[in-house]
């Protein structure tokens, strides 16, 4: 039932990208941190029960980046997700790895779990804010971005239309909604990808790894993740492990998917990725 409800607000999502709402309030370190997760269902039942949790290991602003890993991540949730439901799993893995992590919560009131309601300029906007705060709480001079579904544009439109070039190093998105999908139609998203993609899909200076799978009930075809422009990186976990069933909604919590998001922020690493 749960994943059935999961996948049915997945969709609608994708047609509610030029939407408003209230903008949410910035981040606090005072939010309460809830238990690492495994999965996007249980992550889910936990925010709907604890509103305004964020994902351990996040919002730590007096973290201070080590030279291994010099960007703090900012994670960017996709819509009607919130900061928990979204990294329960990822976030404590990035901060056992030794990254400054922090989870934007964006696109709705305070207290409400179906969050990111927002037009992706907008969200684009308190993203901007965010990693702001970010940089002058934490002494670095970039951020690593990672997005989840329509988490994956909005960093996009940041770095292309926000400034956020000269503050972002690469942007990782995992399923994310870059181009229109053959799912039900929105004059608004496709406006607004439209402009996005203009002339190139990719920003310079900034590195781009987009991590798909065959199996997205969301993004179709799943080819409508990848982009073309110069600094991307395209790649569908099942052409990494061909047994691999993630979906749309479970790519945030499947361990293929994490191992390509830590070399995505760390290329210099040259771990085997295990199936």
């Excluded at 399923?175 to 608004?188: I, K, R």
Aim: proline residues 10%; contains cysteine; hydrophobic residues 45%.
């Amino acid at each position: 039932m749960i994943g059935v409800m999961i996948r049915t607000l997945a969709v609608a999502g994708l047609l509610a990208l030029g939407s408003s709402v209230v903008a949410s309030p910035p981040a606090s370190a005072d939010a309460p941190t809830g238990p690492p997760q495994s999965t996007f269902g249980a992550a889910l039942v936990y925010s709907l029960a604890h509103p305004g949790v964020v994902p351990a290991g996040t919002n730590d602003f007096d973290c201070v980046p080590v030279p291994e890993h010099p960007e703090p991540v900012v994670l960017v949730h996709g819509f009607l997700e919130n900061s928990y439901a979204n990294w329960a799993g990822l976030a404590p893995a990035l901060k056992t790895e030794g990254y400054c992590v922090f989870a934007l919560d964006y696109g709705a009131a305070p207290g409400e779990p179906f969050k990111a309601r927002e037009p992706i300029p907008d969200a684009a906007g308190e993203l901007a804010t965010f990693v702001d705060t970010v940089l002058a709480e934490t002494g670095a001079e970039r951020v690593s971005i990672v997005g989840h579904s329509k988490g994956g544009a909005v960093p996009r439109w940041y770095v292309r239309f926000l400034g956020g070039a000269d503050r972002t190093s690469r942007i990782v998105g995992l399923a994310p909604a870059n181009y229109p999908s053959l799912g039900p139609p929105s004059v608004a998203q496709d406006a607004v990808l439209a402009a996005l993609n203009a002339g190139s899909d990719t920003v310079e200076g900034v590195s781009y790894t987009v991590v798909a799978t065959r199996f997205d009930q969301v993004i179709i075809p799943y080819t409508a993740s990848f982009l073309t422009g110069p600094g991307a990186q395209n790649i569908l976990l099942q052409d990494v492990c061909p047994a691999n069933t993630a979906d749309h909604v479970s790519i945030p919590y499947d361990p293929v998917a994490e191992q390509l998001v830590l070399a995505a922020l760390d290329p210099s690493t040259d771990r085997p990725i295990v199936c």
